[in-house]
């Protein structure tokens, strides 16, 4: 379903001692979170989504938004300028899909095993955005 194909370019997303890494979909906003890293921030559970405030603004003009993504999915939602773990089914979820409250600028997806979100509690402190290896 992912509507921008991968760039070449990651993401380390660190939670306590565990660190994911995320392939960047080519897009502005995707560019434009990474050129804003370092960030660490809190965030909250909704479902299964995790979703925090980032500390700068993110644009997403020229991206196209949807809601509905998959397993794995990182986006931006512009109305908070937060930062989105898809990781299941939220509570705007229609079935199994995991759904945003509304439209997302996607970002990139996680490597490997995003259900593993499901292990960490209903929040999460002192998340680690860094720019990883192209």
Wanted: hydrophobic share 35%.
């Amino acid at each position: 379903m992912s509507t921008a194909n991968g760039n070449g370019t990651t993401m380390l997303l660190g939670i306590g001692e565990k660190t994911f890494e995320v392939e960047l979909y080519d897009t502005g906003a995707a560019r434009e979170l990474l050129a804003g890293l370092p960030q660490t921030l809190s965030m909250s559970r909704w479902g299964d989504e995790f979703y925090g405030t980032l500390r700068t603004k993110i644009g997403h003009a020229e991206d196209t938004l949807r809601d509905v993504f998959e397993i794995g999915e990182v986006a931006m939602w512009p109305p908070g300028g937060a930062f989105c773990i898809f990781f299941g089914p939220t509570p705007a979820s229609v079935g199994d899909e995991p759904r945003a409250a509304s439209p997302c600028a996607p970002l990139g997806r996680i490597k490997g095993d995003a259900t593993l979100f499901r292990n960490f509690g209903s929040s999460l402190k002192d998340v680690t955005l860094t720019a990883g290896e192209p």
